[in-house]
């Protein structure tokens, strides 16, 4: 069978700012099911917005996409959206949770915007991503009662409703201190082994990049180390 869950291949991507600046230059990768994925580089070499396109949000670049085989570009945005809202989940530096809902419905939106089960089955399924993040307690509370770390496992939670196969974080532990980094470091690590999720993780933080099983290194829209 095959593995492959995402390729890119040839992905570049100018700005026009008013001059043209070429950020991406013909990066290609692959990456396989339950491989946990770290990109590292300087500040500016492009990593966010490769993660961009990646993502299916940024359709604006010249190359190709395959996500399980299936090409990308050229799609329309309904399409992908839905795409996204299934195969993709999302966690980013800042959390983005809504104070005037519970965690739980926090979590349940996504589930709900898909449309695939019931709003029965959606809870149901909260509830159990909330356990595996060690958070269930923590359900009918608002965000804005919670820890920063706690914040960010209920992200990861919201993330995980429907299932993605390839989890994005751009900077995910950017924001948190070592103790939570490692929680993260580790829910991240059991979502690859043993649920066969795939990681993509744009990281600052080299100590976190070098416990992932590969590391892509990226310097001026290119990528030194596609085998790390
Ligand atoms: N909308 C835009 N218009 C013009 N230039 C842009 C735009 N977005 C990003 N850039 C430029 O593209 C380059 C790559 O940006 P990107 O955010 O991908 O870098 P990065 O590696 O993620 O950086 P960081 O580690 O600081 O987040 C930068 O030089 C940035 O200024």
Sequence with gaps: MNNTLLQASAISKSFHDPQTIQILKEVSF????GEFVSII????CGKSTLLYILSTMDTDYEGGLKIEGREM?????????EVR???IGFVFQFHYLLNEFTVLRNVMLPGLKLGKLSPQEVEHRAIEKLKI??????????PNQLSGGQKQRVAIARALINDPVIIMGDEPTGNLDKKNTEIVFDIFRELAESYHQTLLVVTHDNAFAERTHRIITMEDGMILSPLG
């Design 30 to 33: 692959s990456l396989d099911r």
């Design 133 to 142: 993040l060690g958070i269930a307690e923590e359900a009918l509370k608002s």
């Design 41 to 44: 580089g300087k500040s500016g």
């Design 85 to 87: 809202n299934e195969k």
């Design 73 to 81: 570009k050229g799609r329309d945005e309904q399409e992908l959206a």
